[in-house]
């Protein structure tokens, strides 16, 4: 259990090591060029490790030099059979992105995951990739473990996304990287586009839609990247600093990507003073710097749109909710409910254990604000998910009476750094 008490306030200067979504796609792109990449900034979550270890048994070469990582790729199609288990941990990234890469190759895999990833869905990427010409055996419930043996008959496909998910996106272009012939995929809400940026894809707008274009001629050569720092990490600092008195946080050289710093222009929105530093990009990603000061923050109406692009950030986004001024509240994102744990269930059981008035949806949440007197100090449940679990952490931080949470250690997954990080900007 981690206890966390009340701080007086934030102040200081902050970097964050790569963002986890740019990081795995890194890991991935370098493991399948033909020769040598050098990445920087590589991030150091768990996650990240499931990806690496997953193309050490492949037969990739990943050794740390300095502060970066240097990969010898085993190029197109070159990967080694193994008869060990790809262990994708607790990353749903890891292992939809990774189906689309093992169907296209010559040896049979079988991809397996901790308890939760175990129960996460897999056929939102089966389906697509099945359509293609892939052969995966997972359970009966089609969660992992699941075996992918090779195919002969692999063929692009033309796909309108069911959910806006970059995952099912990014699953299917690794697939079509392997194909003469392009494939489309078709979204209607714009979802993460690391995968977009980093092949240099080709992505039309049209009406509201985005076409994403990817065939073998987008296969990844050897390259270097400096990883921004991770700006769903930052989210947790962000909304920490805004709620603590007299407080002040700069950020350096995260990640700017619109459709990753979304939530900050929410925050804006909400009244929050965030000064935007644009300094440099690193294939194709924006990177800056962020100067965060407490803020008075008042609740707004969270647009449909936006949700798919801080899917992430609504559990941190809900404390801020909470302590902002007026109801808080949040719909059309099921897809909470199937992420690291169903994180609409596990933010209600946390808020009522507060003494919060909290209504549950099947797509989101509302926070009654009433003068009621909020429990003292309260213990949380992580859920053993990495994100509910710092999301509580910040408000035990916030809360007259501090709190705590159990099975905290799951920050791991994303944040490794959170608690020493904490304690170096808290006054
Ligand atoms: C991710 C995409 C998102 C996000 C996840 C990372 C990625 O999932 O929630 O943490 O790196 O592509 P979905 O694409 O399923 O929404």
Known sequence: MQKFEKINRVSGTIEYKGDKS????????????????????????????????????????????????????????????TSSYLDAGNSGTTARLLSGLLMNQNFSSTMIGDESLSQRPMKRIIEPLRQMGGNFFPTDENTLPMRIEPSNNIAPINYVLPIPSAQIKSAIVLSALHLDEPSTIIENLPSRNHTELMLNLRVEQKDSQNIITASKKNYPNPFEIFVPGDISSAAFFIVLTLLSKDSELTINNVSLNPQRACYVELLKQMGADIEIQPVKSSLGEPIGNLIVRSSKLKNI???????????????????????????????HAAELRVKES?????????????????????????????????????????????????????????????GSINNFECVNISNPDFVKQIQGIVK
């Open 342 to 402: 169903d994180r609409i269930s596990a933010m209600v059981k946390n808020l009522r254990a507060l003494g919060v008035e909290v209504e549950e949806f099947p797509d989101g949440l509302h926070i009654v604000k009433s003068e009621n007197q909020l429990n003292e100090s309260p213990v949380f449940d992580s859920f053993g998910d990495h994100r509910i679990a710092m999301s509580f952490g910040i408000l035990s931080l916030i809360l007259e009476s501090g």
């Open 22 to 81: 740019i990081s795995h796609r890194a890991v991935i792109f370098a493991c399948m060029a033909d020769g040598i990449s050098k990445i920087s900034n590589l991030s150091g979550s768990e996650d990240v490790n499931s990806t690496a270890g997953i193309f050490k048994s492949l037969g990739c070469e990943i050794n740390n030099e300095g502060k970066d990582l240097i990969i010898k790729g085993r190029g197109y199609k070159g990967f080694k059979a």
């Open 301 to 331: 109406t969270i647009p449909a749109s936006a949700i798919p692009l801080i899917i992430d950030e609504l559990p941190v986004l809900t404390i801020c909710g909470l302590m902002a001024e007026g109801d808080f509240e949040f719909l």
